[in-house]
């Protein structure tokens, strides 16, 4: 009897150690750690800044990084899915393969799993709940996304000649302002870099009417320009002073460059000029995109030129004059008299009262070229 009491009590105790033996085993096999399907055993970046988790994988750096990335080779924990297959592998780098270059970036959920990381094409991973059935496709997050450098076209612009009329002397505004212009001498409708444009001899202009820019501000010209002859001195865009023009976007004869100038005084005898140029001589038969940005306030007064889209040259300024002239394009002047017509082609030119910012020219030139 002794015996048998203590079998008994041998095999009493026996399954309360195979319980506790089995707790332990099943424990080991699913190593998700605090952070719920992350990967404890993936490689700490070095670099890691003292105070980041070790254990956090390094922020994707791009397309191609997730091939770097050691899959999970652990088993999924049945116990946690209510029966599912414990040899079920979980693949922890399946969830960041959907690449932002790749317009078919289709993610298929793990059958071992109730929920998966669906990487956002060029933003933070989202998670998703799906049943094991169901493909994900990560395509529908990337077209959601929106880029913050990404500006729209700017709509506020105080003129704008498309020069899409055929025939006639009268260039209409199409920014609502009615600042029709009026072609004189040698002007003709011509093809433009989008749709019509204005072919000038070296006599012809357009008189916008009115001094339409207080130059003593911020203001900014845009136009696309052509030259059909590269001698002389040839002002594509101006406002006129007393004396002088009180800015110009011209040719220089000097140096073959597109510029944006403004002088120091408006007199018989200037010698001073504020100017910023192009990096490269224009040449015959090209259209440039060619913006020239006055900024009066930030932090000094200077004047910027880009030209197709991009920063050519910003300059220091000096107080800009104030010029109660027309506002006119094909010529400017010089020691009080019209001068320095513009020998080629303008087109879509636009003037706004305040400065554009660059992702604004670079809009702009994208819209049209």
């Known amino acids: 009897m002794r015996t048998l009491g203590g079998v008994r009590r041998a095999l009493v105790f026996l399954p309360l150690v195979c319980a506790v033996a089995v707790v332990g085993c099943s424990s080991s096999d699913d190593d998700t750690g605090s952070d719920g399907g992350v990967d404890s055993g993936k490689k700490p970046d070095s670099s890691t800044p003292t105070g980041q988790d070790a254990t956090t994988p390094p922020a994707d750096s791009g397309p191609g990084t997730d091939a770097a990335k050691a899959p999970d080779t652990s088993t999924h924990d049945a116990s946690a899915d209510g029966g599912k297959d414990a040899t079920t592998p979980v693949d922890a780098g399946a969830d ?24 956002d094409a060029g933003s933070d991973a989202t998670t998703v709940v799906v049943d094991a059935s169901v493909t994900v496709d990560a395509s529908a997050d990337a077209s959601a996304n929106v880029d913050a450098s990404v500006v729209a076209v700017p709509t506020d612009a105080i003129g704008a000649w498309h020069f ?12 609502g302002h009615g600042h029709a212009g009026t072609v004189a001498g040698g002007g003709t409708w011509t093809t433009g870099k989008v749709g019509g444009g204005l072919a000038l001899d070296g006599t012809g202009y357009v008189d916008l009417g009115a001094s339409l820019l207080d130059t003593t501000k911020s203001f900014t010209v845009v136009a696309w320009l052509k030259l059909s002859q590269t001698t002389g001195w040839q002002t594509a865009i101006s406002q006129e002073g007393t004396t002088l023009s009180v800015f110009t976007v011209k040719r220089r004869d000097d140096n073959a460059k597109i510029d944006f100038d403004f002088p120091g005084t408006d007199d018989s005898s200037p010698t001073i000029f504020s100017v910023a140029q192009a990096a490269q001589p224009a040449v015959i038969d090209t259209w440039y995109h060619v913006v020239s940005v006055f900024n009066a306030t930030a932090p000094s007064p200077t004047l910027s030129i880009y030209t197709n889209g991009a920063l050519d040259d910003s300059q220091p300024s000096l107080v800009a004059l104030s010029g109660a002239g027309h506002t006119i394009i094909g010529r400017g002047r010089w020691l009080g008299v019209s001068d320095n017509f513009w020998h080629g082609a303008v087109d879509e030119v636009q003037l706004y009262a305040r400065p554009l910012i660059a992702a604004e020219v670079g809009a702009i030139y994208d819209s049209q070229k």
């Open 96 to 119: 960041a393969r959907a690449d932002a270059s790749t317009t078919d970036a289709s993610t298929t959920m793990d059958a071992g799993s109730d929920t998966g990381t669906v990487a």
């Open 164 to 175: 899409n009329e055929t025939t006639g002397t009268v260039a209409a505004d199409s920014s």
